[in-house]
């Protein structure tokens, strides 16, 4: 989920839901323009949302960015979901407050990817 900011001609924010399959390919699953990005509004339009996916569809994983009243409304309609926060906004965040700190910063991302990209078994 991720909301972009007034970037559009209406000047509102815009809600993207993109759902994954089980053969890891994506899609579109929701647009929603909100008045605000608030509690309430998130809240509105992930309870909408839900009511659409019916009671054998709910999410359990659920990927953001640290929009901290998407996540508190994401607790409010579907609290069994874990809500994890996305690795590109991560490493975006990382770079603008850690940059200063990296000797080398080539060297700091690729252990970076490797350790967050490490298969599992």
Known sequence: MNCTYKTNRYKMPLLEII????????????????????????????????????????????????????????????????????VWHIQKNILANCKAHFKHKDAFFADWNSLVYFSTE
Not at 52 to 72: C, F, H, Y
């Open 19 to 86: 759902r994954i399959t089980s053969f890891n390919t994506s899609f579109y699953s929701c647009f929603a323009f909100l008045r605000e990005e608030g509690d309430e509004d998130y809240e509105w339009v992930l309870d909408a949302f839900r009511k659409i996916l019916g009671q054998d569809s709910q999410p359990s994983v659920i990927v953001t960015d640290r929009e901290l009243a998407l996540m508190k409304a994401i607790k409010v309609v579907f609290p069994k979901a874990s809500n994890v926060l996305c």
